[in-house]
């Protein structure tokens, strides 16, 4: 069981990673401009953001069996359709189908973990999540052999045959769990998806090197960010079976939590994939090399990530992610520095390093703290947290590459971006001393962290 779900999201990362060392091949073959090449990246993340929270309901409402396998399916055939468009265009709108498989692995298959597992679940869910570096770590050389042989398809038709694979795997090996019944809020996701990408347009235009943050073009899709916002927020008040549970936005731990991770996915997941393109632009390293640079990272994070699961019950929740935050944000600051010394390949890959020792520090903490307050919402928290991130991710691929358009150095453009997200995640580091440290709550303990 274990192996079949870790399967799925390793598959999930790959295509995160994969088609970050495309990105400058992809561009040019398509024959489209940066700041509309990105959307094959925020795409997918736009579709996991709905995908994750509807998927966390409906996991909990239909059953987590029925969830994987849907998606898994879906996953495996958009994966074969994107690699047969010829357009920018239908190929960001296949790769949110894509995200809509992908996006619903990790909620459906957090559930069946922490369902199999019970008194393990934090052990168990923290060597789960470890598996996600590893994706990373083998991605970019799968996608830099095959941009190098073949051509960018080659990136998503590779997800076909394991597709397949892991779906009959899943049919045949999974447990059953039982439904718990009620809607699935369906409006409130397209609600939230409709916020998100009115803020990629909105951001996205501005990358028009003549484009003003007073004209229509960006007020009009700004606007209807902040009202779809409003909407989403006030709905969830009133309907019976909301996509988000309201005490999960508003409890005064989970706002924390969800800031925290929103600033966490933006740094580690989206400007993280964007490594290759700066060493492409700057130092004008080849495909395979540039996406060596974020394996480099998924060894960081392998070597962390394993050991702070299992160190959990000592640690507590709060170290792990003061160190690994500041380590990561010491890594971005270094990718952006020009290399002393080891030449540009060696300094990335050191740097790019320490950034993954900081996310697989930090990740089985920042999993696992909200758990704890409310492990009757596991799919619903688990939806959250990874539609957070993704939201994060997306606005930071969007606001970077719209700054890298306007600007007359690319590389240097980039450099700034690296060193000003670094900062935010140190100034936002100090919240985490919100966050409960203890693994294992009482119920009366997880009363009064959110009553606080």
């Not at 192996?3 to 400058?24: E, R």
């Not at 050389?141 to 997800?159: E, M, P, Q, T």
Request: include cysteine; proline fraction near 5%; charge should be positive.
């Amino acid at each position: 069981m274990f192996a079949i779900v870790s399967l799925a999201l390793f598959m999930s990362s790959v295509d995160g990673t994969i088609v970050s060392t495309a990105l400058p091949t992809l561009r040019h073959a398509l024959h489209a401009p940066l700041n509309w090449a990105s959307w094959t990246i925020t795409g997918y993340q736009l579709g996991l953001v709905v995908a994750m929270p509807v998927a966390g309901r409906v996991s909990d409402q239909l059953g987590r069996k029925r969830v994987f396998v849907g998606s898994a399916v879906l996953f495996t055939a958009s994966s074969f359709a994107c690699g047969l468009v010829g357009n920018v265009g239908l190929l960001v709108a296949l790769r949110v189908v894509q995200a809509v498989g992908g996006g619903a692995f990790m909620p459906s298959a957090t559930g069946i973990v922490s369902d199999t597992f019970g008194a393990g679940r934090d052990r168990a869910i923290g060597l789960f999540s470890s598996i996600f570096p590893i994706g990373a770590l083998v991605g970019p050389v799968i996608g830099g052999v095959i941009i190098a042989g073949w051509s960018w398809r080659g990136v998503f038709l590779v997800n076909v045959p394991i597709g397949v694979v892991f779906t009959v795997l899943a049919v045949r090996y999974l447990p059953e769990s039982r439904p718990s019944g009620g809607r699935t809020d369906i409006p409130g996701a397209l609600e939230l998806g409709a916020c998100i990408l009115a803020a990629m347009l909105a951001v996205t235009y501005l990358g028009y090197r003549h484009a003003s943050p007073l004209s229509v073009g960006f007020l009009a899709p700004l606007a209807v960010a902040l009202a779809t916002a409003v909407w989403f927020v006030r709905r969830a008040d009133r309907v019976r079976d909301p996509l988000i549970p309201v005490h999960l936005l508003r409890g005064r731990v989970f706002v924390v939590m969800n800031v925290v991770n929103f600033v966490w996915g933006g740094c580690v997941i989206g400007l993280g994939a964007l490594v290759p393109l700066y060493a492409e632009s700057r130092y004008r390293l080849a495909p395979l090399e540039a996406g060596t640079l974020l394996t480099a990272r998924g060894v960081g994070e392998i070597v962390l990530a394993v050991a702070s699961s299992l160190a959990l019950r000592r640690t507590g929740y709060r170290a792990p992610m003061i160190v690994g935050f500041t380590l990561v944000s010491a890594g971005f600051v270094l990718v952006a520095l020009h290399p002393p010394v080891l030449g540009p390949y060696g300094w990335l890959a050191c740097a790019t390093a320490v950034t993954g020792l900081g996310t697989g520090g930090s990740a089985p903490a920042a999993n696992n703290a909200s758990l704890e307050l409310s492990p009757q919402d596991v799919g619903a928290i688990s939806g959250l947290r990874g539609a957070v991130r993704q939201a994060g991710a997306i606005l930071t691929v969007a606001v970077v590459t719209s700054y890298v358009a306007r600007s007359a150095h690319e590389a240097t453009a980039l450099a700034h971006s690296f060193v000003a997200f670094a900062v935010l995640l140190l100034v936002t580091t100090p919240l985490v001393f919100f966050v409960p440290d203890h693994v294992g709550l009482g119920a009366s303990a997880r009363a009064h962290v959110e009553a606080s």
